[in-house]
């Protein structure tokens, strides 16, 4: 059993930058492939990056590439979201995920265990 704690999210204004982390407990970190996702207000959570076992492979939405890059350090069981200029479409709580399937899925259903999330407000 995983635990997931995410941290780093807040208020920014557009064009800003912020960083989300995502603790791991109570698990081998290193097996799980981990996602972030985010849900805004009345609509579906949402796929925004993923990252393979050890950090060499990568995956993005459309709507975040070349703004967000996610990364992981397996000695520290951390995950990270660096989100570069922030719009405000980007508001939404951001979730972390872990999976122990064979490939970075940008579906929710394919990740096992979920943090509580963070918000991340970018206002205009």
């Known amino acids: 059993q995983v635990q997931l704690a995410e941290s780093g999210g807040g208020l920014v204004q557009a064009g800003g930058s912020l960083r989300l982390s995502c603790a791991a407990s109570?698990?081998?970190?290193?097996?799980?492939?981990m996602g972030w996702f985010r849900q805004a207000p009345g609509k579906e959570r949402r796929f925004v990056a993923g990252?393979?076992?050890?950090?060499?492979?990568?995956a993005y939405a459309d709507s975040v590439k070349g703004r967000f890059t996610i990364s992981r350090d397996n000695a520290k069981n951390t995950v990270y979201l660096q989100m570069n200029s922030l719009k405000p479409e980007d508001t939404a709580v951001y979730y972390c995920?872990?999976?122990?399937?064979?490939?970075?899925?940008?579906?929710?259903?394919?990740?096992?265990?979920w943090g509580q999330g963070t918000q991340v407000t970018v206002s205009s």
């Open positions: 995920a872990a999976s122990w399937r064979s490939y970075i899925y940008t579906e929710g259903p394919k990740y096992d265990y």
């Open positions: 109570g698990g081998t970190f290193s097996r799980y492939k």
């Open positions: 990252i393979s076992l050890t950090g060499g492979g990568t």
